[in-house]
């Protein structure tokens, strides 16, 4: 039931980040398929590339040491376009209303290369290379290689139904090209980004796995409320910053306090006061891998290490102190106030969702598991600093579901 509980607070969580800006995030979303299917694409066009450098590659493997230092400085001249290529086939060729039956399709260009500072770009047909038709693929790299590092080559191409000539210029086979992709309409794709960090308000609903049994066994023993076993609203705040490669360092914390004070008669009949104040909290490291979704939507998995626990005080008085007989006082009660509390090492796993509205503010949605590991066998007494085991006490384990939806200052 708890499991079930969790999965509608975490859903209900994304549902009232969608509210915010439905259509601009469906636009979002529809943009990161169309960048996925891009990305899909690509992907022969990059085993092409790593075949070709791969063949070159073997091709350089030594046989002989003369041989090998004069094929290298062979090899060393080897011109380039710069660009992917793959054949056309009918199905493209009828889309892109080519109405011939030769020619290449530019499948990617490479930034910086010969092809690019030449205006050609992605999706763009090669009809002849230096007056020679283009039948295929190969038959065009043939082409390439005989020519030197330098020359110019006049290229006619054939893009949105028109016809058109360029001239490049071949560059070395040793130039560092930086692989990149650009859209048909030459522009280049951009990557998106994960952010940059921030800070922030983080209000946090916890669902305690015990129900807060333990506490609430000794406020009612006292004559106060128990906690709500359905979750307490705790508040705290938290930041990271970007460490590179979509990974996010930071921290966080968040504490809940409750005071309350009531009229009570002791056994001997004297009236008092008696006040109860109790408080939880954790905090720690964080670290979080985020994934982009859109530019304004990203998400992450990570996880919150540190430390955490309960602490209750309850004391009564009927106010009445006079300073020759603060000894007396005392002696006339073993145990007037009291202090409890338990230490444990917490561990959270969770899940962000962060969009962001404009630069500086973003919303941001989580939902975790916190768990616990207690360094004490059970509760322990405080007195003047001094710690003393709490005989019977039970284990109390720091443990259940946590929700946080907020704002965020950066993205």
């Known amino acids: 039931m708890k499991k079930i509980l969790f999965v509608v607070l975490v859903l209900a969580m994304f549902g009232s980040v969608s509210l915010i800006a439905q259509e601009e995030i469906q636009d979002e979303i529809d943009e990161a398929i169309e960048e996925v299917e891009k990305a899909l694409e690509e992907i022969p066009v990059e085993i092409d590339e790593a075949m070709e450098e791969a063949e070159q590659a073997f091709e350089e493997i030594p046989v002989k040491k003369k041989i090998t230092m004069k094929f290298n400085n062979l090899k060393s001249d080897t011109p380039k376009m710069g660009v992917h290529l793959s054949d056309i ?26 092809s690019q500072k030449a205006g050609i770009i992605k999706g763009d047909i090669v009809m002849e290379f230096d007056g020679k038709k283009v039948k295929f693929e190969d038959h065009l790299r043939k082409l390439i290689q005989s020519k030197n590092i330098g020359d ?3 290229v006619k191409l054939f893009r949105s139904e028109e016809i058109f000539e360029t001239t490049l210029i071949l560059q070395g086979a040793k130039t560092k090209e ?24 983080i209000p946090v609903w916890f669902v305690d796995d015990n129900e807060f049994a333990d506490i609430n066994h000794i406020l009612e023993a006292y004559d106060f409320n128990g906690l709500d076993e359905k979750g307490i609203l705790m508040h705290g705040g938290g930041g990271h910053g970007n460490v590179g490669k979509g990974w996010f360092l930071g921290g966080m914390g968040a504490g ?9 008669v002791t056994d001997d009949g004297d009236s008092v006061t008696r006040r109860m104040l109790y408080s939880n909290g954790y905090g720690g490291v964080t670290l979080d891998k985020r994934i ?3 530019k304004n939507l990203v998400t992450s998995l990570g996880f919150m290490l540190g430390w955490g626990g309960h602490n209750l005080q309850i004391s009564q008085t009927d106010g009445s102190y006079d300073w020759l007989e603060l000894n007396e006082d005392m002696d006339s009660s073993a145990n007037n106030a009291i202090e ?6 917490m561990f959270q796993p969770k899940a962000t969702v962060m969009y962001r509205i404009i630069d500086w503010l973003s919303i941001r949605a989580e939902g975790g598991y ?11 007494a405080v007195s003047c600093e001094d710690n003393f085991e709490i005989d019977n006490s039970p284990e109390t384990p720091y443990q259940g579901y946590t929700i946080s939806i907020g704002p965020w200052f950066g993205f």
Not at 91 to 100: F, G, L, N, S, V
Not at 183 to 199: M, N, Q, R, Y
């Open 256 to 264: 809940y306090t409750i005071d309350k004070k009531k009229n009570h």
């Open 292 to 294: 982009a979704l859109t």
């Open 370 to 380: 916190m768990l616990s590991h207690s360094y004490t066998g059970g509760w322990d």
């Open 152 to 154: 110019k080559v006049n």
């Open 89 to 114: 086939d009918f199905e493209e060729a009828y889309e892109m209303h080519y109405p011939y039956c030769y020619g290449v399709l530019i499948s990617g260009v490479k930034s910086g290369g010969a």
């Open 178 to 201: 930086k692989s990149e992709i650009f859209t048909k309409d030459g522009k280049k794709k951009k990557k998106l980004s994960v952010g940059f960090g921030g800070a922030g308000w």
């Open 340 to 345: 409890i509390e338990k230490n444990y090492i």
